[in-house]
């Protein structure tokens, strides 16, 4: 309840940064570009120094169980009734993906967001709850549904033919057409579908080197709440968890031809995001959601009555300088 309050005095927006550790692979200086105070990032490299703040810091020696628990409050607000939209940004490789799947040994959001709601819902004796799965991938303004029948055995160009629709309802209400959801009557089921779907994102990838980071991949729970009254209709809910495309700018990885338009797509689609964000802190003035297919998908759970929770990723490295401070910046403006 505290942090619903924190959440609501801060518009409904919080940001957290999560700082990577070194990997073995990864040559450490004496003088480590990053420090962490508090809430406080501290970027130092030749000449300069730039401070940035957060509502949480997550320093290298974090464990997923750390960051989770930092989550959890905006997982009870998803199951009181609001739409949540928990996002990961970052430059690749920065541990996007670690934060939000994690590995067996260490799971990351996405599985103990599961496990927590099935468990929230079994202690939940007033009203019962159901729920249900989506997963789907942006990958230049192409939708692809990664949960459809057989979808990791088509190719991404087969599937993007079939392209999924974005309506809005007259009440605001996003859907997309033709979108697999599938029920997902216990733990169990859940995590079959998502391995399932996970495996659809990355097969479609193979040979492509590393193109995977050039797209976007949400999850969705639906949560519909069924009151005594069993004829009334039920309330849903909406759990958006987002493993966004990679944030590196182009100009210095050289790319060209495929690579820089899919480039171009992730750039243009992730400022387009800050855009509705910066828009929604300032709570005035137009919301830009129309301007990419990811801020569509999003509108209805980006909005007032939604919470936001973005994570920033970046790296330890002396290298990643330049890419850490505009991340932290981006993430910074949102704030
Ligand atoms: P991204 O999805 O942002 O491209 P990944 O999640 O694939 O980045 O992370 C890149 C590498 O760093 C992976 O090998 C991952 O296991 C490792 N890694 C990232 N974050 C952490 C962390 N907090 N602790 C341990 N290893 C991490
Ligand atoms: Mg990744």
């Not at 729920?131 to 303004?141: D, K």
């Not at 297919?293 to 330890?316: A, C, E, F, R």
Request: with cysteine.
């Amino acid at each position: 309840e505290a942090l619903n309050k924190i959440l609501d005095i801060k518009g409904c927006i919080r940001v957290f940064c999560r700082v990577r550790p070194f990997l073995v692979t990864e040559k450490r200086r004496i003088h480590e570009p990053l420090s962490i105070k508090l809430e406080k990032v501290t970027v130092r490299s030749v000449g300069s120094r730039k401070e940035f703040r957060f509502d949480k810091v997550f320093h290298q020696a974090a464990t997923q169980e750390d960051v989770f628990v930092e989550v959890e409050p905006i997982l009870r607000s998803a199951l009181d009734g609001y739409n949540v939209c928990i996002l990961a940004y970052g430059q690749t490789g920065t541990g996007k993906t670690f934060t939000m799947d994690g590995t067996n040994d260490q799971p990351g959001i996405i599985p103990r967001a599961l496990e927590e709601l099935y468990c929230q819902a079994c202690l939940d004796n007033s009203s019962s709850i159901t729920f249900s799965m989506s997963m789907l991938e942006v990958y230049m303004g192409n939708l692809r549904d990664l949960l459809a029948p057989k979808a990791a055995s088509r190719t991404y160009e087969a599937v993007t033919r079939c392209n999924l629709n974005i309506q809005t309802d007259p009440k605001g209400l996003v859907e997309i057409e033709g979108l697999t959801e599938v029920k997902i009557p216990d733990l169990a089921k859940a995590k079959w579908w998502y391995t399932k779907g996970r495996r659809a994102r990355s097969t479609s990838w193979t040979n492509v080197n590393e193109t995977s980071s050039r797209s976007h991949c949400l999850t969705r729970i639906n949560i519909s709440r069924h009151g005594d009254n069993l004829k009334a209709k039920a309330e849903v809910s909406k759990l958006w968890m987002v493993d966004l495309g990679g944030s590196e700018r182009l100009l210095k990885t050289g790319a060209t031809g495929q690579t820089l338009d899919e480039g171009r797509a992730i750039n243009l689609s992730l400022s387009a995001l800050g855009d509705v964000i910066a828009a929604l802190r300032r709570k005035r003035g137009h919301v830009p959601y129309r301007n990419c297919k990811l801020t569509q998908i999003l509108k209805d759970s980006l909005g007032d009555s939604s919470k936001v929770l973005m994570l920033v990723h970046v790296s330890p490295c002396e290298d990643d300088v330049g890419e850490t401070v505009c991340s932290l910046s981006f993430a910074n403006r949102a704030r």
